[in-house]
């Protein structure tokens, strides 16, 4: 039996990655009409819009309607990833000059039609994080990541945190704290800021990453999506593969697991 990857992000995950998981379920089912194994696997699976799919490609849609449901889900996930994306822009540049967090907060919020998290209440959080530093924080490490699957009232504290940080101890101190970060874009920013990367270099760098990866997680949304009905529609597994390749870049392969 094909063996399935369920605990992955779909944002780091590389194209090459993303079709092998879906031609790994096609092994898994065959061209049985019986999708129960893919029903269990949208129970199992952490990658919200995959498990979307798994839950929407397998039943009475249609094509088209799998397809436009789809596309809404992508441009939802989307819209919130880049908006994190520029919550965390604003932590790192601010970091980098070392602003006053109770300006951070306000520039943060700009980007929320309502804040996730009383101004107030968030600065309190933070603060509270503060005083786990250097020594105490150890069992409590969640609370200082930073990624894009983190509730918007969590990361909101955990940038502030940093903000606070940085101001108080200098941008040099947050070095501990990169292994604690599970966003590859607020880690590598971060790093930056305490290498000593100019401001306007960090910044230029922060706009087209983000650009990057949503671009690339736009890609891989719509190659799921159509090998997803394919699978549906019981194609088989040769022109499966005929399909992912067609998704991936020059000299690229993708095989089952």
């Not at 606070?164 to 604690?180: E, I, M, N």
Request: charged share 25%.
């Amino acid at each position: 039996m094909a063996e399935i990857k369920r605990d992955f992000d779909l944002l780091e995950m590389p194209v090459e990655g993303v079709a092998a998981y879906w031609l790994s379920l096609k092994k898994l089912v065959g061209n049985k009409r019986n999708f129960k194994p893919i029903h269990e696997e949208a129970q199992y699976t952490s990658e919200e819009y995959i498990r979307y799919l798994l839950q929407i490609g397998f039943g009475d849609f249609s094509e088209e309607t799998i397809r436009r449901m789809a596309q809404v889900k992508s441009q939802t996930m989307l819209s919130c990833m880049e908006r994190k994306f520029d919550c965390m822009r604003v932590a790192i540049l601010d970091v980098a000059t070392a602003e006053n967090p109770h300006r951070s907060i306000a520039k943060l919020y700009a980007d929320f039609p309502q804040p996730p998290v009383a101004g107030d209440k968030a600065i309190r959080f933070a603060q509270e994080l503060l005083r786990l530093m250097p020594d105490k924080y150890k069992g409590r490490e969640k609370f200082f990541d930073v990624g894009h699957r983190i509730p918007d009232d969590k990361l909101i504290v955990a940038l502030l945190f940093y903000v606070f940080y940085a101001r108080h101890q200098g941008k040099d101190a947050c070095q501990s704290l990169l292994p604690l970060i599970s966003s590859a874009y607020f880690r590598d920013a971060l790093s930056m800021v305490i290498d000593g990367f100019d401001v306007p270099f960090v910044r230029k760098w922060l706009k087209k990453h983000k650009e990057a990866l949503l671009k690339d997680m736009q890609f891989k949304c719509a190659m799921s999506t159509e090998l997803c009905i394919g699978i549906a529609s019981r194609i088989d597994y040769d022109n499966l593969h005929s399909l992912a390749r067609a998704y991936l870049p020059p000299n690229g392969g993708a095989q089952a697991g």
